[in-house]
């Protein structure tokens, strides 16, 4: 099978080192492998969407040369997709409507990305006079294993480190966790290349790939550049922008982090050319969060 990759931004702000880190990262593997590069726009969170951001990404990554094939895809566009893979896990019993409110499960344990795990109050049916707010998948207990490219072998209990976890938010909104997974299978990816601070997530997306039936993706989790503090880089730690005025010294800075050489050519369209060549993943440092460059 034909290697598709994929970048997935969020429009939440423009390009910034770490989001340009994932789209370098994910553009190189695909290319090495003779690949396709795909591009998705994660516009599904409309109140967190910053006006204008999709756009500015788009054109930061053709001043960039990272081109993509095909056409952009818009998750706004797919509500029925996902309604649709919703539907059948529904059908299937898989999933329960959950009545709790946030305020009712703060008491619970911290689940593995900070988030509360659910104590499954719901699970076995709504107490009468509650009414239905959320959608849940039922989680099981057995341990889901992956191995990571660059993180190595992952285990996790999505169960008892997660719990059954939220595929239609309260407001109406399908959750980031289902509309991935029908994604990636829709759109053939085979090569999932992105943040660590995904790869929790990655488990409930593997369980979801089982329930619906899709594939399993080969993984590989990125280090994130974090502040000198160990935080993510991004609007709220007031990351600059990608300066695509400046492709080449913004690609060597990315190359640099992913623990690659950084081939000294005049223009970025060569500089990407000589990266491509010399592409090596295991040269990515093993770590889930790296100090971004001064
Ligand atoms: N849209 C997500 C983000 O910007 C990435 C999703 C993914 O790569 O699976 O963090």
Not at 88 to 99: H, I, Q, V
Request: proline content about 7%; overall charge positive; charged content about 25%.
């Amino acid at each position: 099978m034909r290697y598709t990759g994929r970048f997935a931004p969020s429009p939440t702000g423009p390009l910034h080192f770490g989001s340009l880190v994932a789209a370098l990262a994910s553009w190189l593997d695909a290319r090495a492998a003779g690949g396709v590069w795909l591009l998705r726009m994660e516009d599904l969170d409309k109140p967190r969407e910053v006006p204008g951001a999709a756009d500015t990404i788009l054109h930061q990554l053709e001043r960039l040369g990272l081109a993509w094939d095909g056409s952009v895809l818009y998750q706004s566009t797919r509500d029925e997709r996902y309604a649709a893979a919703l539907g059948a896990l529904e059908r299937r019993g898989a999933t329960y409507p959950c009545g709790c409110t946030r305020s009712e499960i703060v008491d619970s344990a911290l689940a593995i990305d900070g988030a509360r795990i659910y104590p499954g109050t719901c699970r076995g049916g709504l107490a009468p006079g509650r009414r239905a707010r959320a959608t849940r998948v039922r989680t099981v207990a057995a341990p889901i294993r992956f191995v990571d490219r660059v993180q190595g072998e992952i285990v996790q209990s999505v169960e008892r480190e997660v719990g059954d976890f939220v595929l239609r938010r309260a407001d109406g909104l399908i959750a980031y966790q289902l509309a991935v997974v029908v994604d990636d299978a829709e759109q053939g990816v085979t090569d999932v290349v992105r943040g660590a601070d995904l790869l929790d997530s990655t488990p409930r997306q593997i369980w979801l790939q089982r329930l619906l039936g899709y594939p399993t993706r080969g993984y590989l989790h990125l280090p994130v550049a974090v502040t000198a503090g160990g935080e993510k880089l991004g609007k709220q730690t007031g990351a600059p922008p990608v300066e695509a005025a400046n492709p080449r010294r913004e690609l060597g800075r990315a190359l640099a982090f992913l623990g690659q050489p950084v081939p000294d050519a005049p223009t970025a369209e060569e500089m990407l050319r000589g990266a491509l060549e010399r592409w090596d993943a295991s040269l990515i440092r093993p770590a889930r969060t790296i100090p971004a460059p001064g």
